[in-house]
Nanobody
Framework: QVQLVESGGGLVQVGGSLRLSCAAS????????MGWHRQAPGKKRELVAT???????NYADSVKGRFTISRDNAKNTMYLQMNSLKPEDTAVYYC????WGQGTQVSVSS
């Protein structure tokens, strides 16, 4: 099981952008599906986006057209490009492969 470390979170204004990274301690090449999830205060953790080893992607309706998930197997890293951020995107974002990362906070101010 690879260890995952997220980075790139922070405070941004409405309409701004952030790029999250999820660095794995080992090879991700053989991991079929990886994904990003998020959990807002008082809410359940929800799926944001997934990507397969063949680069097929899937997005929650709430982020379609604004977020882009990608992976770089050579760097053992997955990314989440987030554009046109909204206050409702405020949450702790977690990456998931064979296990979970520790999360990175994203806060969008109005």
């Amino acid at each position: 099981q690879v260890q995952l470390v997220e980075s790139g979170g922070g405070l941004v204004q409405v309409g701004g952008s952030l790029r999250l990274s999820c660095a794995a301690s080992g090879s991700i090449e053989s991991i079929n599906t990886m994904g990003w999830h998020r959990q807002a205060p008082g809410k359940k953790r929800e799926l944001v986006a997934t990507i397969t080893s063949g680069n097929s992607t899937n997005y929650a309706d709430s982020v379609k057209g604004r977020f882009t998930i990608s992976r770089d197997n050579a760097k053992n890293t997955m990314y989440l490009q987030m554009n046109s951020l909204k206050p409702e995107d405020t949450a702790v974002y977690y990456c998931k492969a064979t296990g979970w990362g520790q999360g990175t906070q994203v806060s969008v101010s109005s």
